[in-house]
């Protein structure tokens, strides 16, 4: 009887910590793409560190043209999303400007390569879902 007890609890125990830690990113992925503007899309990521940390994606941006970076926190987040775009060990731009957090973010590349994208949860932890999406390629002869 203990046995079968046990048992119960163990399975009720894990399947409640299996939806407390779930998240809709298909409901996440629609939003951020409402918010994406008037750009092409290019890609999306998703975004769950239930347990704090960080993530990060390897983006190849192209140069003379400018991208946005938009994310959607998930409604039970402990805290909003920070997203930063690297260069190497450079931090060239982040949606956190004098204390404030914003939804997104543009970047004009001017060199093509590979920059790194990351996310965290300075204040909790939670789920999110961001797009990159290029909003306008400069000519050679046109200025930016």
């Known amino acids: 009887m203990r046995k079968i007890l046990f048992s119960f609890l163990f399975i009720f125990a894990l399947?409640?910590?299996?939806?407390?830690?779930?998240?809709?990113?298909?409901?996440?992925?629609?939003?951020?793409?409402?918010?994406?503007?008037?750009?092409?899309?290019?890609?999306?990521?998703?975004?769950?560190?239930?347990?704090?940390?960080?993530?990060?994606?390897?983006?190849?941006?192209?140069?003379?043209?400018?991208?946005?970076?938009?994310?959607?926190?998930g409604s039970g987040n402990s805290g909003e999303i920070l997203m930063q775009l690297y260069d190497g060990d450079k931090l060239l731009v982040t949606n956190k400007v004098d204390g404030k957090v914003y939804p997104a973010f543009g970047f004009i590349c001017r060199s093509a390569k590979v920059y790194s994208l990351v996310f965290s949860f300075p204040e909790g932890s939670g789920c999110a879902r961001a797009i990159l999406s290029l909003q306008k390629q400069y000519s050679a002869g046109e200025s930016f």
């Open 15 to 73: 399947g409640s910590s299996a939806l407390y830690g779930q998240c809709d990113q298909d409901a996440l992925l629609k939003q951020a793409l409402s918010q994406m503007g008037d750009g092409q899309y290019i890609k999306d990521f998703a975004v769950d560190l239930q347990g704090g940390g960080e993530k990060k994606f390897s983006v190849m941006l192209n140069s003379r043209s400018l991208y946005k970076f938009n994310v959607v926190n």
